[in-house]
């Protein structure tokens, strides 16, 4: 069977662009919360977001992500790769059309029509393969929320373990903007207090943040030929439906169990081998306790002796970017061998009661580590990362 | 490019025109003009077709070939523009100072809710995608699906192609104005070993076959393929989509 490698990968968040300054706040338990300065956020219940400081496009930033990670992996252009992306689209263009034709400005309206193509995921993934010089027959774009960019990895991972592609340039990216921000505070998805708490009692609501990350995925004998510098293994990765409700998760875990569970028989390796878990928890009163439920069905007692962090407690929630932005984390935990902490705990939830390694970044010889997102619907995936050796 | 084969073993087709892809298929849009769609209304979804569409579509499938329920069936809906409806909605809302929206907006802005309703419904447990493509959808849809099947991840598989009318960006991106539709397939493998008995089982069925050069279509015990005379720009990224589905309707009329 073709095993699929990490060669190289690209990050962005709230802390700014790179994988060190990154790693020095995510490992240092700081957080990017702050007041919102992109846009006036005095209509809304909430002010708080974990934005860096970029004033670029959408796009621009995937564009960025995406340079950043073919340099990372020693990859030249034109690249010989195909490009699976997480990414909504850019819903400022949009926005600024409905301002164009309000103001009935003509030179206005020709402004924001001239960058329409921007609003569609799709256009995304095409522009920046025409960056990288790959034909648009190799790309594919997720546009499923919160699991895009692992549904992404996911699905780069199939490419080339199945001889498709030889290498695959994966991830997603995300952008606060009033639009998605009125969209959250309108659900009353927001945090009260401008942190977010996961799996503590008084935990209210998420924030959102700036994130994106791009990653290289290699089959084994490609990298290995080229002498790439192999950073970690990916194993495995699962897709589930909770089929519960259309925002809430299933209250067992049910869909997240059937997605680690997929992953785990892909690995080909038992839950006990397992050491650590990055969580989807997005301070959320039903999606903390519901995750603690599944990851305790399939890990049973074992549960409690993996540490499991929620790394939003710092970077906040990053839609589309979040699965790929975690999954850069798990690989940055694999290969310093330091879990990262979950931060901004202050109360015992009888409910979430397994070890979220609160506050502090434990070290701890890691092997097999497991990344797990959720979205609304009920759509959850699990990837499992293997220590590179 | 690893060949593979899937079995199209439904079919369901809803458009502004309120006729089957069959007679889109022969006799193209010229001359026709569009209608009001009736739709059953889906809880929780308001304003836009978009959902109530897939919704339906998906419904109709069901009728003609049974979706199993748990974790071996999946789903996949694919779309250029998305949900214009709502997307429109929104930045309306806020463009014109309303800035508490209705929060059911927000929920059904996110594709992955009808399909989690859709799930609900059905009890599927299984993988569910939600893509974007710029052209045509077909090749990506079955790709996904192909995908799934071959990979042994599941048995079934729906992929559904959507695209909405009145939205002023989307039909100037488009050059033209969009009508609504929505195509839904039921894909298997080719030559699948499970014991699947849908309700009404089709004698000849529509193979897709994968090449390097693309998908194409071939029904079985046929041969050759059977091409659609028509073009439909005002449904983006469905051409195809709707050319299959065609076939797949005259297979199951002629048994």
Redesign the interface.
């Known amino acids: 069977m073709l095993r699929v490698v990490i060669t190289g990968y690209s990050l962005f968040t709230a802390f700014g662009f790179g994988r060190e300054v990154a790693a020095e706040h995510l490992f240092g338990g700081t957080h990017g919360f702050k007041p919102i300065e992109r846009f006036d956020p005095a209509?809304?219940r909430c002010s708080f977001g974990a934005e860096a400081d970029f004033s670029g496009s959408l796009l621009e930033l995937g564009m960025i992500c995406a340079k950043e990670a073919l340099s990372h992996a020693s990859l030249s252009l034109p690249a010989d790769a195909g490009i699976v992306i997480g990414?909504a689209?850019d819903?400022e263009v949009?926005?600024r059309?409905?301002?164009g034709?309000?103001r009935l400005d003509p030179s206005g309206a020709h402004l924001e029509?001239a960058r329409?193509?921007e609003?569609?995921?799709?256009?995304h993934t095409?522009a920046i393969a025409d960056m990288c010089g790959i034909p648009?027959?190799r790309t594919?774009?997720?546009?499923?929320?919160c699991?895009s960019s692992s549904?992404a990895i996911g699905?780069a991972y199939?490419?080339i373990q199945?001889?498709?592609e030889h290498s695959v340039l994966c991830g997603g990216y995300s952008l606060i903007n009033?639009?998605l921000f009125?969209?959250?505070?309108?659900?009353?998805a927001f945090s009260r207090d401008g942190v977010i708490r996961p799996f503590s009692l008084n935990r209210s609501g998420l924030l959102l943040g700036d994130g994106g990350c791009m990653m290289v995925l290699e089959e084994l004998g490609h990298a290995l030929h080229r002498k790439a510098t192999i950073l970690a293994e990916l194993t495995g990765w699962g897709?589930?439906?909770?089929?519960?409700?259309?925002?809430k998760p299933h209250p067992e875990g049910?869909?997240i169990a059937?997605a680690v569970t997929?992953a785990l028989k892909r690995s080909e390796i038992s839950p006990q081998q397992i050491s650590y878990i990055n969580a989807h928890a997005t301070g959320s009163k039903f999606t903390d306790c519901a995750e603690t439920n599944g990851i305790k069905q399939v890990f049973g007692d074992k549960a409690y002796d993996i540490p499991i962090s929620s790394t939003k407690s710092m970077t906040g929630h990053l839609l589309q970017a979040t699965g790929a932005v975690e999954t850069a984390i798990c690989l940055m935990a694999l290969q310093e061998d330091l879990v990262p902490p979950t931060i901004g705990h202050e109360a015992f939830d009888p409910e979430c009661d397994l070890d979220y390694v609160l506050h502090e970044t434990r070290t701890k010889k890691l092997e097999y580590v497991l990344n797990v997102n959720s979205?609304?619907?009920?759509?959850n995936t699990a990837l499992i990362l293997r220590k590179w050796r | 490019m690893m060949p593979m084969s899937l079995s199209v073993k439904a079919q369901s087709c809803i458009n502004a025109y309120g006729i089957s892809a069959l007679e889109l298929a022969d006799k193209g849009t010229a001359g026709l003009s569009p209608k009001e769609i009736e739709l059953p209304v889906v809880p929780g979804f308001i304003k836009s077709n978009f959902s109530p569409l897939i919704f339906e579509s998906i419904a109709r499938l069901n009728q003609s070939c049974r979706i199993r329920s748990g974790p071996r069936t999946a789903m996949i809906m694919g779309s250029v523009y998305g949900d214009t409806s709502t997307i429109d909605l929104t930045s309306r809302d806020l463009v014109e100072g309303r800035n508490k929206m209705n929060p059911l907006l927000f929920y059904q802005s996110v594709p992955n809710c009808i399909m989690g309703f859709i799930c609900m419904e059905y009890e599927i447990t299984g993988p569910v995608s939600c893509i974007s493509g710029l052209d045509d959808l077909l090749v990506p849809l079955l790709d996904l699906a192909g995908t799934m099947l071959h990979g042994d991840r599941c048995d079934q598989v729906i992929v559904s192609g959507i695209c909405l009318s009145q939205s002023p960006w989307s039909d100037e991106m488009n050059g033209r104005p969009i009508r609504d539709c929505v195509v839904s397939l039921l894909l298997e493998r080719e030559h699948g070993t499970h014991n699947f008995h849908p309700m009404k089982s089709l004698e000849k069925t529509i193979v897709v076959n994968r090449n390097s050069q693309g998908w194409s279509i071939q029904s079985r015990n046929e041969g050759g393929e059977e091409a659609c005379h028509h073009h439909f720009p005002e449904f983006p990224g469905l051409g195809r989509l709707l050319e299959l589905s065609a076939q797949v309707h005259q297979i199951a009329k002629a048994t």
């Not at chain 1, 609003?119 to 256009?123: A, I, M, N, R, V």
């Not at chain 1, 897709?239 to 925002?247: E, F, I, N, W």
């Not at chain 1, 979205?375 to 759509?379: A, E, I, L, P, Q």
């Open positions: 209509p809304f990414c689209g819903f949009v926005h059309f409905w301002s034709v309000q029509t329409l193509s609003s569609l995921p799709g256009y095409r648009g027959t594919l774009t997720f546009n499923n929320a699991i549904n699905h199939d490419l199945s001889g498709r009033k639009e009125a969209k959250f505070d309108a659900g009353m897709l589930s439906s909770d089929a519960y409700h259309v925002s049910n869909g059937a997929t979205s609304f619907g009920g759509n």
